[in-house]
């Protein structure tokens, strides 16, 4: 089970140019469709004079959420060149844009491949990569007495604490590695039981 994933930090900006056809790559850190569409539509309007807006985006820890869109550009040409792109990056939670001003000269299929392919390479390479964990939030109750062991589980594993609440009754959202998670919430819960057999 991985728990890991790459991404990029913030937006980057590629460039490729052949016979007189410029294309203008931007890779795009994103977390939902929503914002993929949000983003498509504003490069759309940024670049209206340009022949074709491209695109391709892959979403989720499994990388299991993608599409890509050759924008009237023949199939294949494009939105999958630039997905390739990202694959061979193992990259998630990114969407990458190609604006293509045409130059006059047909490229051909194979040119635009090598084009979109080229352009989109650019863009990641000039990426900030980075690995993101993938986490889970673990919620506890208990009562005040047990808050010293608590703490101490909490200090020794290093979740985050999301949320506390000390009062008689107390809770505390921890959120940690997914790997991770099934040995914290057992270390907590034996805390709260070796208090309860005094």
Known sequence: MTDSYKTIKGLSEGFYS?????????????RTVEEVKAEVDKYR????????????????????????????????TAGKPILGQINSNELTDILVIVVRYFG????????????????????IAQAEIEE????????????????NGIMRVVKEDNPTIVSQRFEIDCEM??????????RLT????????AFLKE
Not at 18 to 30: G, H, T
Not at 132 to 147: G, S
Request: a neutral charge; charged letters at 30%.
């Open 173 to 182: 959202t921890l959120r940690i590695r997914k790997s991770e998670a099934e």
């Open 132 to 147: 993101r964990t993938v986490d889970v939030d673990i919620t506890i109750a208990f009562e005040y007495p047990y808050l």
């Open 104 to 123: 006059g000269v047909e490229l051909g299929t194979s040119g635009l491949i090598v084009a979109y392919r080229t352009a989109a390479a650019d863009a």
């Open 45 to 76: 309007k940024q670049y209206y004079d340009s022949r074709h807006v491209c695109w391709a985006y892959m979403l989720g820890a499994e990388r299991t959420v993608f599409r890509a869109n050759d924008d009237g550009e023949p199939s294949s």
């Open 186 to 193: 057992n270390r907590l819960l034996k805390v709260e039981s």
């Open 18 to 30: 052949e016979k007189r056809s410029r294309f203008l790559a931007f890779a795009i850190p994103v």
